[in-house]
T-cell receptor, first 118, second 110 residues
Framework: EPEVTQTPSHQVTQMGQEVILRCVPISNHLYFYWYRQILGQKVEFLVS????????KSEIFDDQFSVERPDGSNFTLKIRSTKLEDSAMYFC????????????????FGPGTRLTVT | SQQGEEDPQALSIQEGENATMNCSYKTSINNLQWYRQNSGRGLVHLILIRSNEREKHSGRLRVTLDTSKKSSSLLITASRAADTASYFC??????????FGTGTRLQVFP
């Protein structure tokens, strides 16, 4: 069964460093997302991406964050200068179709990257 | 205010029993999705129910949706120890963004 994959599974970085989290969405999916979950808290939406551009972003997704689909398979989240409060589990998700296609479809999540900022 | 609130926050049952978890939300929705998360792991999609649907089944899972009460329930029948996990509802409304609830921690004892 196709699944979303993410690398690395764990990332430890120092405050102020740049990190890139990588995701390979399900191959026929067109919509891509990043969410995060701070330990013990709710899963929070960060950004959605469709047709090579951001379709929606949350207040959390400030200028320190960026997303890219560098090729036909990868989807990345970059944090330019990490802060302690960026420590969280970051989930990538994808869906076959989305709102711009007229319907909301199931979003399938990857296993997550645990980011620890020290 | 919280969009999604599950109750109970924690539920402990014996194998073979049924588990019912509830989700309440505050705004309108297009759909509601249920996910399972094993401790420290990823989110596994369980079922999606659209706002014009009242009930859906998938294996041992049964989901109901009452838009007049802004609530949904997830029933797991004949539970197994492997069902031990946290269960979340997530809602979407005119956006691709999902808003997650606080989750119910289910413990199934063998």
């Amino acid at each position: 069964e196709p699944e979303v994959t993410q690398t690395p599974s764990h990332q430890v970085t120092q405050m102020g460093q740049e990190v890139i989290l990588r995701c390979v969405p399900i191959s026929n999916h067109l919509y891509f997302y990043w969410y995060r979950q701070i330990l013990g808290q709710k899963v929070e939406f960060l950004v959605s991406f469709y047709n090579n551009e951001i379709s929606e972003k949350s207040e959390i997704f400030d200028d320190q964050f960026s997303v890219e689909r560098p090729d036909g398979s990868n989807f990345t989240l970059k944090i330019r200068s990490t802060k302690l409060e960026d420590s969280a589990m970051y989930f990538c998700a994808s869906s076959e179709w989305g709102l711009q296609g007229g319907a909301l479809y199931e979003q399938y999540f990857g296993p997550g990257t645990r980011l620890t900022v020290t | 205010s919280q969009q999604g609130e599950e109750d109970p926050q924690a539920l402990s049952i014996q194998e073979g029993e049924n588990a019912t978890m509830n989700c309440s939300y505050k705004t309108s929705i297009n759909n509601l999705q249920w996910y399972r998360q094993n401790s420290g792991r990823g989110l596994v999609h369980l079922i999606l129910i659209r706002s014009n649907e009242r009930e859906k089944h998938s294996g041992r899972l049964r989901v109901t949706l009452d838009t007049s009460k802004k609530s949904s329930s997830l029933l797991i029948t004949a539970s197994r120890a492997a069902d031990t996990a946290s269960y979340f509802c997530a809602t979407g409304y005119n956006t691709d963004k999902l808003i997650f609830g606080t989750g119910t921690r289910l413990q199934v004892f063998p």
